[in-house]
């Protein structure tokens, strides 16, 4: 296995387990990761961490298992399809949000992970790198699609363009985290994040992010009916007729 998962407390905790070569992803753990993805339930799970084992976050992709090139182009698309393609697919149709525990290096398809991720937070010696060039790849794993939307055209460009490492300080002020937390706080930070996000109605978040991720490309007469038609999901839910049941009674909801 190159993921080991526990859920505990509705918390579906997924840790990349491959600390001897920094958490590098095989298509094979790829796919895996993306399996364990697609498995995640509202009905069961309020959220997701993605940690790595060891002294990294996920060095990106196993640039050893890159130099077996014995298939064709059409035969690689077909493998980055069903491995980071599916990892990215998988990240971004989740129904719980993803928490991020950068507890290290966080590179290429790490970094995508971390921009595929709802919330994420460093501690302080997490370094991030965009790679790909530097072993002739473009971004993937969703990253050429999420890094100019999260931290700008211009400074995706640059770390896309160089592969230049930024540290974990750079990396919340580009937007990549959203904060740079002490070692000794980290699980702490993260567990009060939990909290709040156990507090919240899960179904109902889950098409907050569905609206999100869906309306990141579409013009805004699209966006707005897209919008509409999930409200109106959101409308005919349990937790929508909860919290306003709460709201009038003086109470706090019971998601």
């Known amino acids: 296995m190159s993921v080991h998962t526990e859920t505990t407390d509705g918390v579906r ?34 959220a ?26 059409r035969e690689y698309y077909e493998t980055v399809e069903d491995s980071f393609g599916r990892l990215a697919e998988a990240a971004m149709d989740a129904r719980v949000p993803i928490v991020a525990k950068v507890d290290g290096d966080a590179v290429g398809a790490g970094l995508a992970l ?12 997490a370094r991030f790198s965009c790679a790909f060039v530097r072993v002739g790849l473009i971004p993937d794993t969703g990253g ?4 100019p939307r999260l931290v700008g055209l211009r400074a995706a460009k640059r770390l ?23 070692e000794a706080e980290l699980d702490e930070t993260i567990a009060d994040l939990l909290d709040t996000l156990r507090a919240r ?21 699209d966006a707005l009916d897209h919008e509409n038609l999930l409200q109106s999901q959101a409308y005919d839910t349990d937790e929508h007729e909860e919290g306003v049941s709460a709201f009038l009674e003086g109470r706090e909801p019971e998601f």
């Open 144 to 147: 050429s699609f999420l890094l």
């Open 114 to 125: 971390v921009a595929l991720s709802d919330f994420a937070y460093a501690v302080p010696d």
């Open 160 to 182: 896309a363009f160089t592969a230049e490492f930024v540290d974990a300080a750079e990396a919340a002020d580009l937007g990549l985290v959203n904060d740079v937390v002490p």
């Open 13 to 46: 905790r997924v840790t990349f387990d491959r600390p001897d070569v920094m958490n590098a992803f095989t298509t094979e753990a790829a796919a895996e990761l993306a399996a364990e993805l697609e498995a995640v339930d509202p009905d069961t799970h309020d």
């Open 201 to 221: 109605p899960t179904e109902t978040i889950g098409i907050i992010r569905q609206a999100l991720h869906d309306n990141l490309g579409k013009e805004w007469g």
């Open 48 to 73: 997701v961490v993605l940690a790595g084992e060891g002294p990294a976050f996920s060095a990106g992709g196993d640039v050893q298992t890159m130099a077996e090139r014995d298939g064709s182009v």
